[in-house]
């Protein structure tokens, strides 16, 4: 089975659990692992946070973009425009989105933020292993990301369930590793 077929099969088992998450599950882990990023110092240290905006019971950090917004910092969420290419928006409300591609929800704003070395980015993702490589939806989009700014020093910080942990995932050579995770273990 080469790598594409293998990473097929972990997203497809991985995202199969969690459609059968039930909500209390959901509630409960997206409270703790919100606690542990506002505990960090990863988190306390950043002038930006770049969040995602959670749909099919992914992690719920709504709770972190609402502690930023109030902290001062600057926050922002990602918009795709096409095949692996993404900007993170500016928010100054946690109200301030639309549906967008693939029907997640998306800023309204035009406010393109540039990364930095004080910028923390929470990831979202189908299934992570041991060395902080991740799985998404396949797309792209966050790897090709990481890539372009490759040189700002931005934290990237994995977040998950940790029964999305997988002993291993292949790896290529567009595969970008995360600095860090945060689960609810």
């Known amino acids: 089975m080469n790598n594409l077929h293998v990473k097929k099969h972990i997203r497809r088992t991985y995202l199969d659990q969690r459609k059968a998450l039930g909500q209390d599950h959901v509630i409960a882990s997206s409270q703790l692992i919100s606690h542990r990023i506002l505990s960090s110092e990863s988190y306390r240290l950043a002038k930006t946070i770049f ?11 709504l709770d972190v973009a609402q502690d930023a917004l109030n902290e001062g910092k600057i926050v922002a969420f990602p918009k795709s425009y096409n095949q692996r290419y993404m900007d993170f928006l500016q928010i100054h409300s946690i109200t301030s989105f639309e549906k967008g591609r693939f029907d997640i929800m998306e800023p309204i704003s035009n406010q393109v933020v540039e990364p930095d070395q ?16 991740r799985i ?37 050579l567009h595969d ?8 609810d273990g």
């Open 51 to 61: 969040c995602y905006y959670p749909s099919n019971k992914e992690c719920n950090i």
């Open 136 to 172: 998404g939806y396949g797309g792209g989009y966050y790897d090709s990301y990481f890539d372009r700014f490759s040189k700002s020093g931005l934290k990237k910080i994995g977040v998950y369930y940790q029964w999305q942990k997988t002993p291993m995932i292949p790896v290529e």
């Open 176 to 183: 970008i590793p995360l600095d860090h995770i945060i689960h």
């Open 118 to 133: 004080d910028t923390l980015v929470l990831v979202p993702g189908i299934a992570f292993d041991e060395k902080n490589y």
